[in-house]
């Protein structure tokens, strides 16, 4: 392709064009441009994915084609399967809350779900809770705590990873707590944690505090309870045998 052209398909934005061109089968003038012009919509789709999906930060690339449903996930009654990977929680603004043992799987289906949301074109964030109230302090102390809450302005989905696994400080708590009750009824949460609602006064040192997060959380959730022990335990001892 000629640089006059290229630089016209430049100032028009039409970033695949000028590479996939020459890959198109040539039938009619119509035919031609119609194919060629879906060809750069579906590569602008697939980059626009994974650009989320890099924004995301999971941890790791599990989804949900590798999920292993088993009788140990106790849905709500509001909710199954199909309706969670629907992903209409996001639309409504509710929350999905998975709670058990740790190795149990819940790590695996939330970002499954993150990343299925991406491929939906939603923003989604991923973060080990102890490490977003490392950042929240520390964005107090530099005086950039607003535009740190900023960053969540377009954020559709927040994945919360690991609640109740290493305790926090009171201005951890509290500013935890202020993030997630701004988001109240504005995003969607999905939290895993290995301490039922009832245990988490051994996180959050506050009581009332405590109980007005938990109240928020739980207002418009789905909650997903996990029984048994670790299945990367029970796996990795299987294969020993």
């Known amino acids: 392709m000629s640089d006059p052209i290229r630089s016209m398909c430049k100032s028009l934005r039409l970033a695949y064009v000028a590479e996939i061109y020459e890959t ?13 012009f879906n060809e750069e919509f579906s590569l602008r789709e697939k980059a626009k994915v994974q650009r989320l999906i890099k924004n995301a930060k ?11 449903w088993n009788e140990r996930i106790r849905f709500p009654a509001q909710i199954d399967k199909e309706a969670l990977m629907s992903l209409d929680f996001i639309k409504q603004q509710q929350n999905v809350v998975l709670i058990g043992s740790p190795g149990t799987g819940k790590t695996h289906l939330a970002t499954g779900l993150g990343r299925k949301a991406c491929e939906m074109g939603h923003e989604v964030r991923f973060f ?4 977003l109230i490392e950042q929240l302090e520390q964005a107090l102390k530099q005086d950039k705590l ?11 989905l927040i994945i ?4 109740g696994y290493l305790p926090f400080s009171k201005e951890g708590s509290e500013l935890l707590f202020q993030l997630i009750a701004e988001w109240y009824e504005q995003k969607s949460l999905i939290i895993t944690s ?23 959380l739980i207002h418009h959730a789905h909650v997903l309870t996990y029984s048994g022990g670790s299945y990367r335990l029970s796996n990795a001892l299987s294969k020993a045998k």
């Open 24 to 36: 198109i089968p040539f039938e009619s003038p119509s035919q031609y441009l119609e194919a060629i």
């Open 58 to 68: 999971f941890l790791d690339a599990k989804n949900l084609s590798n999920y292993e």
């Open 128 to 131: 080990r809770v102890s490490h």
């Open 146 to 156: 607003p535009s740190f809450r900023k960053k969540f302005e377009k954020v559709d």
């Open 160 to 163: 919360l990873d690991e609640m």
């Open 194 to 216: 290995n301490l039922e609602f009832s245990q988490w006064n051994r996180i959050f040192i506050d009581s009332r505090l405590t109980a007005a997060l938990v109240d928020r």
